[in-house]
T-cell receptor, first 121, second 111 residues
Framework: QVQLVESGGGVVQPGRSLRLSCAAS????????MHWVRQAPGKGLEWVAV????????YYADSVKGRFTISRDNSKNTLYLQMNSLRAEDTAVYYC??????WGFGALDIWGQGTMVTVSS | QSVLTQPPSVSGAPGQRVTISCTGN?????????VYWYQQLPGTAPKLLIY???NRPSGVPDRFSASKSGTSVTLAITGLQAEDEADYYC???????????FGGGTKLTVL
């Protein structure tokens, strides 16, 4: 079935780096734009980044611009989020989500279960 | 503070109709970008509820609908059921931010 599975979360010290992965299955990954969305404990959803289906375009929320990098490997059906210079305010559950086909922005119709990132000394 | 403004909470009794507003500006909803709605049940990932302003994915009951007026969109839920108790989020594109934006979320309580 159509599925997204995130991994790579954990506890990390401020200023350090972490890379999240999102494995896709059950659909043609290379056709769809992909997003990262996060949710701090007890808070609402915050959009983080998007990558076009072919990787040609990438956009970021101001809160992570210059620190986070979204990428994808269509041969491995996997989405990534490289997070550098982590701050306490980056603590959240990180979800990957599927966007529209052949584009980037649009409805997020499939979501993973999320992976928790805790930034703490 | 979210770019899209939603009421923090709404409530209603079973069988009633409730509405949740989502107010933006001329850079997002007012610029005619599509609005999407998500339902997040406690402890689970969000689920797409409404796309392209007022379309429902397969499996979403027709008790859920949305309408748009100017820079605001409203989600309506009719025939309220206990299982509708969840957090609801609106989302759109913002051209001044060149990115997607979410509302702050609305907690629906079924009395």
């Amino acid at each position: 079935q159509v599925q997204l599975v995130e991994s790579g979360g954990g506890v990390v010290q401020p200023g350090r780096s972490l890379r999240l992965s999102c494995a896709a299955s059950g659909f043609t990954f290379s056709v769809y734009g992909m997003h990262w969305v996060r949710q701090a404990p007890g808070k609402g959803l915050e959009w983080v980044a998007v990558i076009w289906y072919d990787g040609t375009n990438k956009y970021y929320a101001d809160s992570v611009k210059g620190r986070f990098t979204i990428s994808r490997d269509n041969s491995k059906n996997t989405l990534y989020l490289q997070m550098n210079s982590l701050r306490a305010e980056d603590t959240a559950v990180y979800y990957c989500a599927r966007g529209p086909p052949n584009w980037g922005f649009g409805a997020l119709d499939i979501w993973g279960q999320g992976t928790m990132v805790t930034v703490s000394s | 503070q979210s770019v899209l403004t939603q009421p923090p909470s709404v409530s209603g009794a079973p069988g009633q109709r409730v509405t949740i507003s989502c107010t933006g500006n001329s850079s997002n909803i007012g610029a005619n970008y599509d609005v999407y709605w998500y339902q997040q049940l406690p402890g689970t990932a969000p689920k797409l509820l409404i796309y392209d302003n007022n379309n429902r994915p397969s499996g979403v009951p027709d008790r859920f609908s949305a309408s748009k007026s100017g820079t605001s969109v409203t989600l309506a839920i009719t025939g309220l059921q206990a299982e509708d108790e969840a957090d609801y989020y609106c989302q759109s594109y913002d051209r001044s931010l060149s990115g997607s934006v979410f509302g702050g979320g609305t907690k629906l309580t079924v009395l």
